[in-house]
């Protein structure tokens, strides 16, 4: 089997059977292809004909190359996927990545905007014209949920319910219902009646945020004005759309709120990827503790 047509069949199992996200789908094809590519090259052998040795010399070739054990670690594991497959498909008899392990890199506790710098970036986007209104609108709504910049950017006018404060977001598992504080209401509100309708391109546009073409908002797009905004609030912190949702959770679970629910909110599938919002505001009272008490 070619290089070209082992992807194209493992495209479609992510897409299809996985239904991966498309920053998943996008990462794992390219390592994939980096991947054939260095055995094409060094071996002359195409990914199905590769054995563990060859494997595991390619994962020597990325850490010798600087490569982050990051990066590393999810090249592994979209090589791991993908020889799974194949053996499940019966392309091949023995899988020659089950001796991969990733390593253990150190674990890092995600960086969080005090409340202070919260309200200093809400503060920034001006209500003086369309831009202002949206950006507004797209920051406090960010904030308010803690929803992905994916599901931001992929929500539909018909998701929003103004007059019961709710947010409807199509997450990776399943749909979920997400409250929201008043003035993250009224920005919306605000954005929707006064702007939105100028903005569009399209009568029957559906995309809740619109960029100035009038079409829907791209990542990129969101993350340039998160940037800008950071800067004119003077934030030091090397912040991007998923601090907002980190820091949602970590204030909420500051403030009360049990685990469980901020899990539902988030749209975790597993608890244990929720539990690192405990860790880091135990982080965070140590810190305090250390700084404030006269004998520590």
Not at 20 to 39: K, P, V, W
Not at 63 to 70: D, L, Q
Not at 155 to 162: A, K, R, T
Request: net charge neutral; charged share 25%.
């Amino acid at each position: 089997m070619r290089n070209s047509e082992c992807i194209e069949i493992f495209e479609t199992y992510l897409a299809k059977e996985k239904k991966s996200s498309a920053n998943t789908l996008s990462s794992y094809l390219r390592d994939i292809r980096q991947l054939g590519e260095y055995l094409e090259i060094h071996h002359e052998k195409s990914i199905v004909e590769a054995n563990d040795e060859e494997l595991a010399e390619y994962i020597s070739f990325l850490k010798s190359n600087g490569k982050s054990v990051a990066t590393v670690s999810r090249c592994i594991a979209s090589i791991k996927c993908l020889y799974s497959y194949l053996c499940l498909k019966q392309i091949i008899r023995e899988n020659p990545a089950s001796k991969l392990v990733p390593d253990k890199g150190e674990h890092k506790l995600p960086q969080i905007l005090t409340s202070r710098e919260v309200d200093l970036l809400l503060e920034q986007p001006q209500c003086t014209d369309a831009k202002g209104y949206r950006d507004k609108a797209m920051l406090e709504l960010l904030y308010a949920t803690g929803i992905r910049v994916t599901e931001l950017i992929d929500l539909n006018i018909g998701d929003v319910n103004l007059t019961a404060g709710i947010v409807r977001c199509h997450g990776r598992e399943k749909e979920r219902f997400i409250p929201m504080y008043p003035k993250a209401v009224k920005a919306l509100d605000d954005y929707i009646n006064l702007v939105r309708p100028q903005m569009i391109a399209l009568p029957d546009e559906e995309s809740l945020f619109v960029n100035v073409s009038g079409e829907r908002m791209s990542r990129q797009g969101f993350w340039k004005i998160m940037k800008y905004y950071q800067k004119k609030a003077h934030i030091d912190k090397d912040i991007t759309p998923h601090t907002l949702r980190h820091s949602f959770a970590a204030h909420l679970l500051e403030n009360g709120a049990d685990i469980h629910s901020i899990q539902e909110m988030l749209g975790h599938a597993d608890i244990s990827s929720t539990q690192i919002y405990s860790q880091l505001v135990k982080k965070q009272l140590k810190d305090v503790y250390n700084k404030a008490h006269p004998r520590a």
